[in-house]
């Protein structure tokens, strides 16, 4: 059987998950106690019922309850439970626009006063070991619902016993990726963005790619981050991770971490790694 847990920060697009995962036929149970999770999977593994793919969504609704998760969670991967943790974030700000324009409570608006930016920082600061614990982490801020909803797809329509590579490029400008597990600053490089005839261009033009990787640092760069990848992959599998993300980021995000995601995705190709590339800022000005 498939088991998945969902949680994360409240207002972090946990709803839109558990409708993806409802039309891929998961049964889906809302702020169940995380105490109750074991005993349920219990009764899966020992019933004949039909239902082989469960999701549980467990986040700080349930109150001092909350806080027995991390212990369910290390009791159900020591018992090898076929268990997946989706740990779901957002910018503050973000979430504290998405409730002001629902006019919701925030579940600790009672403890904060509140105080909405209050109940999202403890509940961010609640939340620190759970989120150590993710097999999957994704950050919301700057996703559309669409392209969360088919991020998620892409995850659990497949088997996912092998571990997922993510490439991604991003600007620092427009805010750093949190979401990333290795995390490269290409900065340090020549930026075509002076170039008149590049300007305008990007990473995934011909010209702007060449420029880039046409100077001896990049090239070394290329090749040693290629290397250190390369060793890190395995551990990464041994240890069970499911997602890895490798961010390359630059000033704004659309030619020189362009360039070098586009070059880390071919070279990870190569040794047969599925992988997903998405450049988050690559049309933004």
């Not at 946990?14 to 995380?34: A, F, Q, R, T």
């Not at 593994?45 to 549980?56: G, L, P, R, T, Y």
Request: proline share 4%; charged share 30%.
């Amino acid at each position: 059987m498939q088991f998945v847990i969902i949680t994360g920060m409240s207002g972090s697009g946990k709803s839109s998950c558990v409708d993806v995962l409802e039309d891929l036929g998961y049964y889906c149970i809302d702020n169940m106690p995380p105490e109750l999770i074991g005993k349920f999977v219990d009764i899966c593994n020992q019933s004949e019922s039909k239902i082989d793919k469960v999701a549980f969504v467990i986040d700080i609704r349930s109150g001092e309850l909350f806080l027995k998760l991390k212990d369910t969670l290390e009791n159900l991967r020591h018992e090898d439970v076929g268990l997946k943790l989706i740990f779901l974030d957002c910018s503050d700000d973000v979430i504290i626009s998405r409730y002001k324009e629902t006019r919701r409570k925030h579940p600790l608006d009672e403890v904060s006063f509140g105080n909405i930016r209050k109940a999202v920082e403890t509940e961010r600061e609640t939340l620190v070991p759970i989120k150590a614990m993710a097999d999957y982490y994704i950050d919301t801020t700057n996703t559309r619902v669409n392209d969360f909803r088919e991020r998620m797809r892409e995850i659990f329509s497949e088997n996912t016993d092998y571990m997922r590579i993510d490439v991604r490029s991003f600007g620092f400008k427009f805010g750093y990726m949190p979401e990333g597990d290795l995390v490269f600053d290409v900065r340090c490089l020549p930026n075509p963005f002076y170039v008149p005839e590049l300007k305008n261009l990007t990473g995934l033009n011909p010209e702007v790619y060449t420029y880039v990787m046409k100077f001896d640092q990049s090239k070394r760069l290329l090749d040693k981050l290629c290397n250190l990848v390369d060793f890190l992959i395995p551990l990464y599998e041994k240890e069970g991770k499911a997602q890895l993300v490798i961010a390359f980021g630059c000033t704004g995000g659309k030619h020189r971490s362009v360039a070098f995601a586009e070059a880390m995705a071919h070279h990870l190709r190569g040794k047969n790694h599925k992988i997903r590339i998405q450049h988050r800022d690559i049309e933004k000005r």
